[in-house]
């Protein structure tokens, strides 16, 4: 796997990209220059709920979603680490699986076998005048002698229970994200919760998302009806719009964060489709009427970094066909998006670039990029996804 950097677009028409709480729930803005802003994290939730519905759908799928609602219950951070992790712990043939693919974590567990040994070996018979050592090891699975690491041990100096418990508990943590936990694979986090003590630098970094043109509010918001949590309770809220925002995200796939956590070929086909489809799967009634338009990757060589070219928004030239100010745009054949300036600065460095992948919306609004790279560069360095 080599250095990638990606650009998204998508588009949205009468609806609210990204509300701001700050704002009574409007869309997020930069009020100096009218820009719509769409934040990472939102971003980010909207793939991992395309993710959850995809995996949950599938018989024995082999990843999960770490940050996720369960059923209809918000679960706290630890509550959901915990879970998963007796979950590994109380299933023997599970957890020998993990142990045996990632050796870090046999290891972790027999020097914390050793100390539970160690302890029960030195400890005093009841009544008894001298120190009677007790020569049989512990004979417990994992589970227990995990559990008896976490709960109040009296005969384990604190010392001792955070140092080896610790370890067990990092790199348990890294073999389930490695295994599992794709988002984390992707996105990272930070988990100081419970005994354990580890952050996991994401992948895949997204920045924050904006339209690529002034966009104009809709004054004239629909009135609904909220309903309270007691029956016969409701009230009366705003629908907060806007008329049109044409959308976009960059982001950066780093290869050395990725073998960490193993990130996978396989992990980014993930990835790929869904942040094009979870666009279209994401249906609330404040989400209707945004589209993908365009996927573009670029895949460097070995050893070779991204960002030379700097934002690629930055070289994407957006026009409105029905006035100067956007202030009339309505829709995607309101806009021309020109492409020329990214594919010019992409020819700079061509020598760095290994592949360019590239997925477009059947509308056609994003087919001029496509045909200028087919223009400046070879054909298999051009790949079509078909996602």
Not at 58 to 73: H, I, P, T
Not at 187 to 209: D, E, H, L, M, P
């Amino acid at each position: 796997m080599t250095n990638k950097e990606f650009l998204f677009i998508f588009d949205a028409a009468l609806s609210n990209p990204n509300g701001d709480p700050d704002t009574e729930n409007k869309p997020r803005m930069d009020r100096a220059t009218k820009t719509n802003l769409v934040s990472d994290t939102r971003l980010k939730r909207t793939i991992r709920d395309y993710l959850i519905s995809k995996f949950d759908n599938e018989k024995n799928a082999q990843n999960d979603v770490f940050v996720r609602m369960m059923g209809e219950q918000k679960v706290s951070v630890e509550k959901r680490l915990m879970g998963v992790v007796v979950d590994y712990l109380q299933d023997r043939i599970k957890l020998e699986e993990l142990k045996v693919k990632h050796s870090g974590l046999q290891i972790a567990f027999e020097k914390l076998r050793s100390v539970k040994d160690k302890d029960s070996g030195s400890s005093e018979e009841e009544g008894a005048t001298k120190s009677k050592k007790r020569t049989e090891p512990f004979k417990g699975d994992d589970f227990e002698l995990y559990h008896s690491f976490i709960k109040k041990d009296q005969e384990l100096t604190v010392g001792i229970k955070t140092k080896e418990l610790g370890e067990v508990n990092n790199e348990l943590l890294t073999a389930i994200i490695k295994d599992t936990m794709i988002d984390s694979r992707f996105f990272g986090g930070a988990f100081a919760v419970g005994g354990f003590s580890k952050t996991v630098i994401g992948s895949i970094q997204v920045n924050t998302g904006y339209s690529l043109h002034p966009v104009e509010l809709n004054p004239s918001n629909s009135i609904v009806t909220i309903m309270g949590d007691k029956e016969g309770q409701s009230g009366i809220g705003k629908k907060e719009t806007l008329f049109y925002s044409l959308i976009s995200h960059t982001g950066t796939i780093n290869a050395k964060r990725g073998a960490i956590v193993n990130l996978s070929e396989e992990d980014l086909k993930q990835f790929r489709e869904a942040i094009i489809l979870s666009i279209l799967d994401w249906r609330s009634d404040s989400k209707k009427n945004q589209y993908p338009r365009l996927y573009l990757e670029i895949d460097y060589k070995e050893n070779e970094i991204y960002g030379r070219l700097g934002d690629l928004r930055n070289l994407i030239n957006v026009t409105s066909n029905v006035d100067t100010d956007f202030s009339k745009v309505r829709s995607i054949k309101d806009v021309n998006i020109d492409f020329t300036e990214l594919v010019t600065g992409l020819e700079k460095i061509k020598a760095k670039v290994q592949k360019i992948r590239i997925w477009n919306s059947l509308d056609g609004s994003c087919d001029k990029l496509e045909t200028l790279l087919k223009e400046r560069f070879e054909e298999q360095t051009i790949e079509q996804l078909t996602i």
